[in-house]
């Protein structure tokens, strides 16, 4: 199905049993995310909002909830997709099997964007921004928020669409010091295109033209988070996906999709911020209050029979993870032409993404040394840790295909391979004082962290426990540590007391180390997780995963049992990760207890919703 907007998808959907109608009237503050996130945990269908309080224009959600309904949106255009992705990483494809992509460049060609007049397309009116829905996704939210939207910017050196970027980058529309239908938030990343033009635009002394679309083909939704091979823009890659060309025109100077549900215009001046956020992230914490640029808004549309679509974000999984696992289909195999050597990289969901990555590269530069260690792991490490938004990692764990084969994919048995493996007097490796994920507040500031790279090769050299080792038993007597449990092979929980500081901290760790050491080796436990709630921690690997790689920045909460410097080389015995809640981290996201309790009449018995019984639709 090629779908030409947003409500021929949301028909088609429907018609397959993929998407409901709440015609009940809904709130927009916090009442349709708490809706969302119920129903997106119980692996429901997308959600179509008829009366949205407040606003004229419907909305929907979920629609990317489930992998399988979204490849059932882009059945018709995923194969031929990937077939352009993968020739532009690899053009000897089409030399090598010219049969498999005679078709290829018939679907590209009809993928370029096309420019039909200027002017309003037909069809739309002029709004204001408080005429959308005004969407609060948690209670600590600054304001409401555009969380699915196609922010489109030219280079202010080369305009023109094909040197455009596309990108989503969350819009505030309400809160703080925003003058309402005067003024917006654009809240973008470090290592973002948008960035570059804002720059460039800055040099010059001008303002940045802005557009906001929203809606439209999912296709288009799609795009604007794709990090797609060089040469291969946005906008053409949502004309690919979507099965027809990105058709757009120019009304004053910006750039409009003649295919979207809404378009904001608007210009961001050099110079010019407001305070942005809180907002409750894909990390699963609010990311706070800070200076972000301002857009000033030039004009605001919306097509006939608008929707307006919107996702929650939050503790993975969430409905983005869903975006991770199309990227990774769609562009998994270009990673590999980018950096040489790699077999697979896996950024992983549950940890939020950026802070955690797992690879799998080659060992090939020294196959005469009988005695190995990693070596081209290192250089493919580094190229990982340099290559667009894989630079944001703060964890790296790679290994080689030696012994067996593995899969970063599977988690525990991924870690545990390494960890069999590992020199920890040799093969941890750290850069201090870099760039992190914005959102991640590990840090030392915002943008601001480390990374550390576990690199493990050769043989097995240990064997891991499977239950508490009783040196870590007898730790209750150490004041302040104790609760120990295991985690998965090779790592332990240990509760300790309240973080206070990191003087402190260091006192804490150093006690701990040399209490481990008095009761002798500890070999089969490379790692210890120092947490303030052992039993939450070892609860599942998610759990492990989430607490443990977003509350640490590796050079400030990495110690280690009988750790030092020789050589130039930080080394242990074993891992000590501090992951306790540190106090300049941002608060978790916490539902609000009166909205769930105002919400719950729409899941009592009544008609099935996706397995939910639901009332009201």
Known sequence: MRYRSMEECIVDLEKHGHLVRIQEEVDPNLEMAAIHLKVYEAGGPALLFEKVKGSRYRAVSNLFGTIERSKFIFRDTWESSQDVIALRSDPMKALKQPFQYIGTGLAARKALPLKKGNGIPAGFEEIQISDLPQIKHWPGDGGAFVTLPQVYSEDPDKPGIMNSNLGMYRIQLSGNEY???????????????????????????????????????????????????????????????????????????????????????????????????????????????????????????????????????????????????????????????????????????????????????????TPYQQLKQPAELLTIANRILGTGQLSLAKYLFITAEEERPVSTHNIEDFLAYILERINLHRDIHFQTNTTIDTLDYSGTGINSGSKVVFAAVGEQKRTLCTEVPVILENLENLQGFGQAKMIMPGIVALQGPKFTDYAEARKETDKLGAAVQEQGALDTCPMIILCDDSTFMSETLSNFLWATFTRSNPSHDIYGVNSGVENKHWFCDNVIIDARVKPHQAPPLVPDAGVERKIARFFVQGAVLGGLNVKSV
Not at 215 to 221: I, N, V
Not at 269 to 282: A, I, N, S, V
Not at 342 to 351: I, L, Q
């Open 179 to 365: 003058e309402i239908n005067k003024e917006v938030g654009v809240h973008y990343q470090i290592h973002r295109g948008i960035g570059i033009h804002q720059t460039k635009a800055t040099k010059r002394g001008q303002p940045l033209k802005v557009s906001c679309f929203i809606g439209g083909p999912p296709a288009h939704t799609l795009s604007a988070v794709m990090p797609l091979p060089e040469g291969l823009s946005e906008m053409t890659f949502a004309g690919l996906l979507a099965g027809r060309h990105f058709r757009y025109s120019y009304v004053d100077g910006f750039c409009v999709s003649r295919d979207a549900d809404f378009v904001i215009t608007g210009e961001i001046h050099p110079g010019e911020t407001r305070p942005e956020g809180p907002f409750g992230d894909h990390l699963g914490y609010y990311s706070l209050t800070h200076p972000f640029p301002v857009m000033k808004v030039h004009k605001v549309y919306a097509k006939q029979g608008a929707i307006f679509p919107f996702t929650v974000v939050g503790r993975p999984p969430q409905e983005d993870t869903s975006f991770g696992e199309l990227i990774h289909e769609l562009t998994g195999g270009a990673v590999k032409q980018e950096v040489p050597g790699v077999k697979e990289v896996h950024a992983v969901d549950a940890a939020g993404v950026h802070p955690l990555l797992f690879a799998i590269g080659s060992e090939r530069y």
